[in-house]
């Protein structure tokens, strides 16, 4: 049946409607739905899906479920997955939950506001592994010997079993093994292609943040609350934008940047840059090939990448990030007399990292603010002798008219990491902003990483209109011989 607005935003006037957890957004290849009491009817666009349905699909179906809290989720062919327990009544008030399962099969999802607030109110059920949520976009796949396969797509998930737990954030994958006692880790392998896309009408995720945190409609009815859209006389909603789209080539942009190579024809071989205004290049899916002085004439340019891209994420259509490996090339203003020229040639266990962005308009000039983790690059050593960690951390505003800012990391690696804390400051007004960190050891690294304590710096900005986002690259400098941590992250709110 056709919905009308109040339908298409999951909640209804009548009692009824607000029983169903959401409703088919697109089907294909004879899926079906089946209750908890064991009746089954087809997966068809349109179709109510309830707390303890059932849906799955064959060798050639695919799902895509709206659920009302704004969360999608697509099923690949072969799925079966569960609604097992669900709750939104239009704001996250400490009722709302999300329990979900995979029995078999694959899916991606991009989470709603359940979970955004009480990150316990939402979880993933698999037969080997339970999955949770700081993030708000992934792929799970249930592998043929049963074990749990997850790639972070934005934000960071939470993989765990019996054994342990371990972060999973965007560009990364865990596995959580089939074999009993054997706790999750991580993995290069990604879970397989995703489902096609919806037709036209439906090509995009809709976004956590389409909703307020009371529940009301960001996008659909502008500022109008859901009892007025409930009123609409729409029939049917229009597509949501792309909440994450790629940037532009041009002008200005800040940037900022980290990188080490051992082999590198700079002084030190490691390198972290302040913000730089910069012009930048991006390629069709946003990440950045290069970037710029603007200020001089000709232009500078600071760096040209033709190498592999590894990490990348974009937010809001003002930010991106990621890290680059293979030939790198240009000048670096941050070392050394003038401008120095840069060499590089990073394996995939190095690299240069990145943040780029618009600089932000309009910010606060009072009070605080606490923003979310939404991604990072996988942590590097300068020589390429250790594998890529993880990162998760937090960022914090804590005083928008004096300028000061805090920053924690935790800095994972296979056998060792470091527990990171960082101050910093920004003029009031300016979208740029650099600080110092500490860290110190959680596990005894290799010796050319060893430190007690480490200290370090990083530099960003904020993006956006209203500071909405802010990204820091950031160097973990060890003290020993040139043994340098590189990095960036992502942050929103």
């Not at 600071?302 to 930010?319: I, L, N, P, R």
């Not at 470091?418 to 600080?435: D, E, H, K």
């Amino acid at each position: 049946m056709v919905r009308v607005a109040a339908a298409v935003l999951g909640l209804a006037v009548a009692a009824e409607a607000l029983a169903a957890a959401g409703w088919v957004d697109f089907a294909s290849g004879g899926a079906t739905i089946t209750d908890a009491r064991g009746r089954a009817r087809a997966a068809a666009k349109g179709e109510d899906v309830d707390p303890g349905d059932t849906l799955r699909t064959g060798a050639s179906g695919r799902v895509q479920v709206h659920f009302t809290d704004g969360a999608y989720v697509s099923l690949q062919p072969g799925s079966e997955f569960a609604v097992r327990d669900y709750k939104f009544e239009g704001r996250t008030d400490g009722s709302e939950r999300g329990f979900f399962s995979l029995a078999r099969g694959a899916m991606r999802a991009v989470t709603g506001l359940i979970g955004r607030v009480n990150r316990n109110r939402y979880q993933i059920a698999t037969p080997t592994a339970t999955i949770g949520i700081r993030g708000t976009g992934g792929r799970i796949e249930i592998l043929g010997d049963g074990s749990t396969l997850v790639a972070g797509t934005s934000g960071i998930w939470t993989l765990s079993n019996a054994a342990g737990t371990i972060d999973v954030p965007a560009g990364t994958a865990g596995v959580a093994p089939s074999a009993p006692g054997q706790p999750p880790r991580q993995t290069d392998r990604q879970p397989s292609a995703g489902p096609a896309a919806a037709p036209a009408a439906r090509a995009q995720f809709a976004a956590a943040d389409e909703r307020t945190p009371a529940g009301d409609s960001a996008s659909l009815c502008g500022a109008g609350t859901l009892a007025a859209c409930a009123s609409s006389t729409v029939t049917q909603a229009s597509p949501p934008p792309n909440p994450n789209p790629p940037l532009a080539s041009g002008s200005p942009y800040l940037v900022a940047y980290s990188f080490g190579d051992s082999a590198a024809a700079t002084p030190s071989g490691n390198n972290q840059g302040q913000n730089v205004t910069a012009g930048a290049t991006f390629d069709a899916s946003g990440r950045m090939t290069g970037f710029s002085d603007i200020v001089t004439l000709p232009p500078a340019p600071f760096a040209s990448f033709g190498g592999t891209h590894q990490e990348f994420g974009t937010a809001g259509g003002v930010m991106a990030w990621g890290r680059w490996t293979g030939p790198t090339s240009g000048i670096d203003n941050q070392i050394g007399p003038g401008n120095t020229p840069i060499v590089l040639n990073p394996g995939a266990n190095a690299g240069y990292h990145y943040v780029v962005g618009i600089p932000a308009t309009a910010m606060p000039t009072a009070g605080s603010a606490s923003f979310s983790f939404i991604g990072a690059t996988r942590p590097t050593g300068f020589d390429g002798t250790i594998t890529p960690g993880t990162f998760s951390g937090t960022f914090t505003v804590n005083n928008w008219a004096t300028g000061s800012i805090s920053v924690t990391a935790n800095l994972g690696f296979a056998t060792f990491g470091y527990t990171v804390n960082g101050s910093g400051a920004f003029s009031a007004g300016s979208p740029s902003f650099s600080g110092s960190l500490s860290a110190t050891e959680s596990a005894t690294p290799p010796s050319t990483y060893q430190c007690a304590p480490c200290s370090g710096t990083f530099n960003g900005a904020f993006y956006g209109p209203g500071a909405k986002f802010a990204g820091y690259a950031y160097q973990v400098d060890t003290g020993t011989s040139g043994g340098k941590i590189s990095g960036a992250a992502a942050f929103g709110r």
